[in-house]
């Protein structure tokens, strides 16, 4: 390499990362925090803290999306530094079939899922051969039915079974049709069924309130807190500390208490 | 890979039927409803032997309509509809209705072109002997179209069992419930792969029958073009 | 002298088409008058693009008119639409070019079709079918479809179709145009027998004056959408009078052969003699050869049979003095010889009048 081309590479450098402004690794002003999270209730509790980060120097940018899939594949391929949407055992079941190299980073909200109805006002009530509509996807299928049999309507096979399908069911004394449908088509199939089970996001965008209108709900033992994922080592990020902070702090606690009234539980 | 025989058994066969009552029932309807109104498309437009501007203009903008939408977005918009008609817009049944409503528009449109093929010269001879609009259709334009009108329906029947892979969203059962959820969301190749077997298998059986019944037409009427 | 119009089946008065394409309009026909009797076998004859196809299209009413008149039977058929069109479409028959038969319909099922849709009972459309095919001369093909049949027994099949209704008259559009020379002798003998059998009017379009020759009492020229010679068949044969006549006749005899034309002088003339009926026994030739001291090289001699009329002729080479030729010409035309001097290739046609 001759002396004018050592002179023309930090301009060239510097042009590109004027064009380019990801490629500078550390703007003075402000850094760039992304997280991919689903709209509700996840993406709401992080536009609360959005304001402390910003003092802090951190620009938070709330990437939402309704999918299961693309937050893991986003966060793995470094696409976004975080993901806030899932709990512990669906994130479990994606690291093992995709190998991704993801931990929590904390415990933040748990959705108790709940079972709704708009045909009857207890549980009690179920009709023989009535129809109860479940998740069709692995982890809240099995969850909405330890949940059935939580309440005593259904057994299963092996009563632990966080993959339990509808073929595991032992016992089923009201003979009731255990339907599998996509999670986020039963709100608007409530007036087909007894009952149905459904996860708390897709409850609230439906407008049903868990605290008032679920014949039941999942309490705090549940194993379905929901976290904050990040990838493998990064926990001592400095952004990623002052998000954990933020996230877990008091103010967020009473935030979720006073916005969601028992809808939505704090599990920190 | 696990070789899931027992989850298999327990699966398919229930859910291969109902794909195959499904898409039975559906095509059916679709026919139906489709075919008549393919004939009106045909002898409406301009030049044709009803001429009608205004009339062909509307079913063809409707039929348009019905083919933009995707399928799963149909079956959400249907739900009342469904629901209207079978009382429940969930389960194999009420999956039906829309895979009827997105199969009419295709039959239609097929029916449409296959009638317009019809040589012209011999719809003319019709006329000359005079015969009214309705004889022409059914003595003259559904005859000669039969074999293109047949393949028209294998490729909505082949059309809908590839439909019917979406009716998971409702509880609709069939392969491609099992396929998405057991092989897709529950990562068991095994089943994936049976499945997709098994619609291999139950598309090449309809395109035999199709391609089989046409033949036979051609055969009988000396059209074969190839031996 | 004019004839009341009831005793003519088909009369046009003036009729007129007119096709409108981006903004220009063409005369596809323009004024086209005649009549057709009762029991005629009426050709029309035209090139390609000539209008004879809209002329069909007009009396058949497959089409409209722009202006002018039709008269069938003596009723003004003009306007004629919806029901009332579709009785005069049951009164008449058809035949076509590529036959348009069904090909989802066995032979026998073609010629049912019009009787279907006069809703005859089963027994006796058979019947009736069963005599048609026999008409035309195809009862052992009644179950073949139509892809197992020749050109001609296909055009017999649209025949015995045409004819299912007792039609008063059958149109037949370039009806042997896609056929061979053998096929379309026996398809015209076929029409002809049942014109006699029958009494069933034809009218016809073709561009071929062999068949003009050979089965039409009438025949009217059609060029460029006029009727520009029309009559018996006989005069307009023996006497062409328009140049468009006078080359399709020349092309259902025969072409001179360029080598023949040689340079004219005035003392030897190329000549093209019709000889019809009596002059052609008489040996004309030979008379003026003593007569006017001419020489008389035969080059080229045919016979044509227009049914029942003989007319033959001879393509000589006259040497001699200019009066003597002169004398000579005379001599024959008072003889009833029609003469005609050839000077060019041009006026020998050498086209084939198609």
Known sequence: MNRSNKRLLPILFAAIAAIFPGCSSKNSAQSELKVAAS?????????????????????????????????????????????????????????????????????????????????????????????????????????????????????????????????????????????????????????????????????????????????????????????????????????????????????????????????????? | MELDFELALRLLPLQLWNTIYMVA??????????????????????????????????????????????????????????????????????????????????????????????????????????????????????????????????????????????????????????????????????????????????????????????????????????? | MDSPKKSFLIETDSVSKIYSQQGRETYALQNVSFRVEKGDIYGIIGMSGAGKSTLIRCLSRLTTLSSGTLFFRGEDISELEGKKLRAFYRSIGMIFQHFNLLSSRTAGGNVAYPLELEGRGIAERDQRVDELLRLVGLSEKKGAYPSQLSGGEKQRVGIARALANRPEVLFCDEATSALDPKTTREVLDLLKSINKKLGLTLVLITHDMGVIKRICNRVAVIEKGQIVEEGPVSAIFSDPQHPTTKRFIQSASHDIPPEFFKHPSPNRKLLRLGFKGTSASEPLISQIVKRFHVEANILLGWLDQLQALVVGTLIIELTGSPEGIESSLIFLTDHGVDCEVLESKEMSGGSNGT
Not at chain 1, 186 to 212: C, F, G
């Open chain 1, 39 to 268: 709209p509700v209730p996840h993406a709401q509790l992080l536009e609360f803290i959005k304001p402390d980060l910003k003092a802090k120097g951190i620009e938070l940018v709330i990437i939402t999306t309704d999918d299961y899939n693309m937050p893991n594949r986003a966060l793995s391929e470094k696409e976004v530094d975080a993901n806030f949407f899932q709990h512990i055992p669906f994130m479990e079941e994606q690291i093992e079939q995709f190998h991704y190299k993801m931990e929590s980073l904390a415990k933040i909200e748990l959705e108790p899922m709940g079972i709704y109805s708009k045909k009857i006002g207890s549980l009690n009530d179920l009709p023989l051969n009535g129809v109860i509509a479940i998740p069709n996807d692995p982890t809240n299928e099995a969850r909405a039915l330890l949940l059935l049999q939580k309440q005593g309507i259904i057994e299963l096979d092996d009563a632990s079974d966080l993959t339990a399908t509808v073929l595991d069911i032992s016992s089923n004394p009201k003979n009731l049709k255990i339907l599998e449908v996509d999670a986020a088509m039963i709100p608007r199939s409530l007036n087909d069924v007894d009952a149905a089970a459904i996860n708390t996001n897709y409850a609230l965008e439906a407008r049903l309130s868990p605290s008032n209108d679920a014949l039941a709900l999942e309490d705090q033992d549940s194993p379905y807190a929901n976290v904050i994922a990040i990838r493998t080592g990064e926990e001592s990020r400095s952004d990623l500390e002052a998000l954990k902070e933020a996230m877990t702090s008091d103010k967020m606690r009473d935030y979720i208490n006073q916005k969601y009234k028992g809808a939505i539980i704090p599990a920190f």
């Open chain 2, 25 to 227: 029932l559906a095509s059916f309807f679709g026919v139906l409803l489709g075919l008549p109104l393919g004939v009106v498309l045909a002898i409406t437009d301009k030049g044709q032997i009803a001429p009608k501007p205004r009339l062909h203009k509307l079913l063809s903008t409707l039929v348009n309509i019905g083919r933009s939408f995707p399928f799963a977005i149909l079956l959400v918009a249907l739900i009342p509809f469904t629901r209207w008609i079978i009382g429940t817009s969930l389960g194999t049944n009420a999956s039906i209705v829309p895979l009827t409503i997105a199969a009419a528009p295709f039959v239609a449109r097929l029916v449409e072109n296959s009638l317009k093929e019809v040589d012209r010269h011999i719809v003319e001879a019709a006329r000359v002997m005079g015969s009214n609009a309705w004889q022409i259709v059914t003595k003259i334009l559904l005859p000669e179209a039969l074999p293109s009108i047949l393949s028209g329906i294998t490729l909505t029947l082949v059309n809908l069992i590839g439909n019917s892979a979406m009716v998971g969203l409702v509880g609709g059962g069939g392969l491609g419930q099992v396929a998405i959820q057991y092989g897709y969301n529950r990562f068991n190749a095994f089943i994936m792969i049976t499945t997709v077997i098994l619609l291999i298998l139950l598309v090449q059986t309809v395109q035999w029958g199709g391609n089989y019944l046409v033949r036979s037409i051609a055969k009988k009427r000396g059209t074969l073009l190839y031996e």
